[in-house]
Structure formats: structure tokens, C-alpha cells
């Protein structure tokens, strides 16, 4: 039997229905078209299965604490007050709560109303991420997404109104048609509703996904690359003067709001994954593993038979990728790393292993680092994907 963790845990729970799959999403979720939709209370059902039978997997002697929990997807809101009763309920039954933890629920614009917004708070929500993406009807339509401007707008003071002091409002830059003046006008809708928190992300365009298909065949019009380094700086020189902190480099907050769930992540903290294709990372995994999964087939999670919840995941390939992966982790805090805390994860002092990759960014002015921490730079920040390359 594994020993109990030390610090509070975080739980990520993956709800993969959504009412249409967006053409650039390449998570696992299901729109109201495909055949899986009709299995949601059966995905419900065995979702409530793992996390009660989740001690006697993982060996636990003892409750894990927690103090955050993430309900994310897909569109978490569709699953309604029972639904998310039933959740928070097994998760009380199996974990430690800390006291006020943390509880994040992603919501889309056009479930405000159906979700019940009070009896999501009285069930002790207190977080809502909301999927705006952009207030441009336009570039909405682009991106697929089945609301409008004034669909988030309404949401947005519906939310409010119950009473809502916690908001983390989500923006794509980077999408189909969209302008520099475009994501500007976005900026200042964001900000007409003061959010605790914005998250913000660069337009990936994944394989496998409708978007990958159109951009191969030229029917993808997206801003070049110029066009989208002016957008990241615009949004970043925007919060700040509005007095956001950017604290993780597409998340920024007021004083005291960062996401406590997330930060579990760059700080290589324990988060237990639970839902179809969840992963986890956590001290005291299945079978003495860190890192572990479940399978991202439906019909794999839901077969008794074959449901291997939380598979051992294989380390990164060697040595070096294990590093790298640490050293990608930790280069997403804005504000900085302490070499002691990367050395405390890796055992060893990563600056002798990466003398010369460092040496070579703060040459070209990407990373600053001294004896004490380790931060990108603003330019870095702009091509970071391209900096944490450089660690593999």
C-alpha cells in the first residue's frame, strides 16, 4: 500500500460531450451528431465507477487530500446539477478535501442558462471557465463554434448576476480571417467584464483534425506569422496595463487568482485524471508508475472488460526527453524557476546538463538565468514552443 501524499492533490475529470465538435479541437469529445452522444448517462454511471474504486487501484492507505478539482471537456455545463452532484459526491467519498478547495467547471456560452448556474455554486462551484474565443461573429463562425457575440455577452451577465466572483474567460488569437484590430476589439470586450482570469491561446492546428485537412488543401485562412507575434504582444502590453499579472504564458490574473488547479502542472504537483482519455501524474501512481492514462476509445473506457483506467504510461523516451519534459513544464511560469526546484525533480543539477543550450539562449536573448532562477524572456515568451526544443 503506497503512503499518503504529502501536499493536496489536484483531480482533473474529463466530460467528453459537447453539443458539436468544434473543427480544430482534437481532445476526445463527441457532439450531438456522433453515435456517442446517446451514451452519456452510461459514461456517467462508470465515471462515478472510477473514482469510487479508485483506492483499491491505486493502493492508497490513505485518502489522498485535495484542494482542487477540474471538470473540463467536451462541455462539463451539459451534464447538469445531478450530474456533477453525483461527481462530487464519489470525489468526496474517495479523496480528503481540503478546506475551500478550488472547483473549476468549463462552461460554453449557450449552456449558461441550462446549467443552472446557482445550484452549480450551492454544489460547491466556484470557479467558471467560460469558451468565448472571440466576440467577432465572423471569426466565431471560422472557428466553428455554435455561438454568437451576443450569445457570450448574455452568458457572461447571466453569470454574474448568480452571484459569480471567480471567471476565467477563454480567447483564440491566431484564428481564420481574424485581424490585429480584430483580437484588439477582443481585448476590450474581455475587459468590459473585468474577469478574475483570462486565458488566452495561439491557434494550433492539430493532425487529424478538420482544420489540418483544410489547411493542406488551402481552405485556411489564417493570419501569418508576423500577424500573430503582434497579437501575443498586444495581449500581452493590454493586460498588464489593465493590471493583470501573466503568470503562465496563456494565462493571466488579477492579484491573487491564478488558477490553482493549473499551477499543479507547471509545479509537477499530483493530479489524478478521471474520464476517457484522462491522464495523470501523481507520486503515488498505479504500480509504483508517475505517469499514467486511460484509453481515449469510448468503447474501450466503458467495456468492463477492457478499461485499464489509469494504465501505467512509459517514461519518456531516455534521459534527456525526461528532462525535457520537466525543464518545458517549468519554463510556462512567467515569473520564473528556482534551479533548487528543477534539481529537487530531477535529481541532479540540470544546469551542468544544459550548459550549452542555456548558454546559447541567453545569448540570443530568449532566457535570462543566474546562480538563483531561470525565466524566458519576452521574446522567448513569443516563440516559446521554439525555446523548450531546445531541452529535448
Known amino acids: 500500500m503506497t503512503t499518503r501524499p504529502e501536499t493536496p492533490a489536484g483531480v482533473y475529470v474529463h466530460w467528453p460531450f459537447c453539443e458539436r465538435k468544434c473543427p480544430y479541437c482534437d481532445f476526445t469529445t463527441f457532439g450531438r451528431e456522433h453515435p456517442f452522444w446517446d451514451r452519456a448517462q452510461e459514461y456517467r454511471r462508470t465515471l462515478v465507477e472510477e473514482i469510487e474504486t479508485a483506492p483499491a487501484r491505486f493502493g492508497w492507505a490513505a485518502a489522498p487530500r485535495l484542494d482542487t478539482v477540474y471538470l473540463g471537456g467536451g462541455t462539463p455545463s451539459l451534464m447538469g446539477a445531478e450530474a456533477l452532484a453525483e461527481i462530487l459526491g464519489a470525489l468526496h467519498r474517495v479523496f480528503a478535501f481540503e478546506p475551500d478547495p478550488e472547483i473549476t467547471l468549463e462552461l460554453n456560452p449557450t449552456t449558461a442558462e441550462a446549467a443552472g448556474i446557482e445550484r452549480l455554486l450551492a454544489l460547491g462551484v466556484n470557479r467558471l471557465s467560460v469558451g468565448c474565443q472571440s466576440f467577432n461573429d465572423r471569426v466565431l463562425a471560422r472557428l466553428g463554434r455554435v455561438h454568437d457575440a451576443a450569445t457570450t455577452r448574455r452568458a457572461i451577465e447571466r453569470l454574474r448576476a448568480a452571484g459569480v466572483d471567480n471567471l476565467s474567460l477563454d480567447l483564440i488569437f491566431g484564428a481564420p480571417t481574424q485581424t490585429l484590430a480584430d483580437f484588439r ?50 495581449l500581452m502590453d493590454t493586460l498588464a496595463a489593465a493590471g493583470y499579472e501573466h503568470y503562465e504564458i496563456s494565462n493571466w490574473a488579477r492579484p491573487g487568482r491564478a488558477s490553482r488547479h493549473n499551477a499543479k502542472y507547471w509545479r509537477d504537483a499530483d493530479v489524478y485524471g478521471f474520464g476517457v482519455a484522462a491522464h495523470g501524474v501523481a507520486a503515488h501512481g498505479v504500480a509504483g508508475a508517475r505517469r499514467f492514462a486511460n484509453p481515449s476509445d469510448l468503447n474501450h473506457y466503458l467495456d468492463p472488460k477492457r478499461r485499464a483506467w489509469a494504465a501505467a504510461l512509459d517514461a519518456p523516451a531516455g534521459e534527456r526527453a525526461r528532462r525535457g519534459e520537466i525543464m518545458m513544464l517549468a519554463l510556462r511560469r512567467v515569473d520564473g524557476v528556482r534551479w533548487a526546484e528543477v534539481d529537487a525533480w530531477l535529481g541532479d543539477a540540470a544546469r551542468r546538463f544544459y550548459e550549452a543550450e542555456i548558454a546559447r539562449l541567453r545569448g540570443d536573448g530568449l532566457l535570462e538565468s543566474d546562480d538563483e532562477s531561470f525565466r524566458l524572456t519576452r521574446r522567448g515568451i513569443l516563440i516559446a514552443d521554439t525555446v523548450m526544443a531546445e531541452f529535448f
Open 185 to 234: 476589439d477582443d481585448l476590450c470586450s474581455i475587459l468590459e467584464y473585468a474577469p478574475e482570469h483570462v486565458s488566452a491561446y495561439n491557434l494550433t492546428v492539430h493532425e487529424g483534425t478538420p482544420f489540418a485537412r483544410w489547411a493542406r488543401e488551402g481552405r485556411l485562412e489564417l493570419p501569418g506569422e508576423e500577424a500573430q507575434v503582434a497579437m501575443f504582444e498586444t
